[in-house]
């Protein structure tokens, strides 16, 4: 059984920074893509970031490019996000996903329990 464990999560100021982990655990885990997404409460779940694991080719929401940064670790088979110059908008909870898209959230099977995110003075 495939398992996906976000971690990094926590309680930063705006214009901080802060760096997500997420760690694919069992049998071997082939999708070919993985990304991030959010869900800030009374919202839908929102694409964020993905990465295609062969290539490394890199896709970002329009209200995360330049700050968020997507990259991965294919010896630990870890996906992370670095985040900075973080908003109170980018409060959520995130979620890591594995699946064959890349921006919506039906094209990934295999998700995370998710990890709060919390922007605020």
């Known amino acids: 059984q495939v398992q996906l464990v976000e971690s990094g999560g926590g309680l930063v100021q705006p214009g901080g920074s802060l760096r997500l982990s997420c760690a694919a655990s069992?049998?071997?885990?082939?999708?070919?893509?993985r990304g991030w997404f959010r869900q800030a409460p009374g919202k839908e779940r929102e694409f964020v970031a993905a990465v295609v694991w062969n290539s490394g080719r890199t896709y970002y929401a329009d209200s995360v490019k330049g700050r968020f940064f997507i990259t991965r670790d294919n010896a630990k088979n870890t996906m992370y996000l670095q985040m900075n110059s973080l908003k109170p908008e980018d409060t959520a909870v995130y979620y890591c996903?594995?699946?064959?898209?890349?921006?919506?959230?039906?094209?990934?099977?295999?998700w995370g329990q998710g990890t709060q995110v919390t922007v605020s003075s």
């Open positions: 069992g049998r071997t885990f082939s999708r070919a893509a």
């Open positions: 996903a594995g699946g064959a898209g890349v921006s919506s959230p039906r094209e990934y099977d295999y």
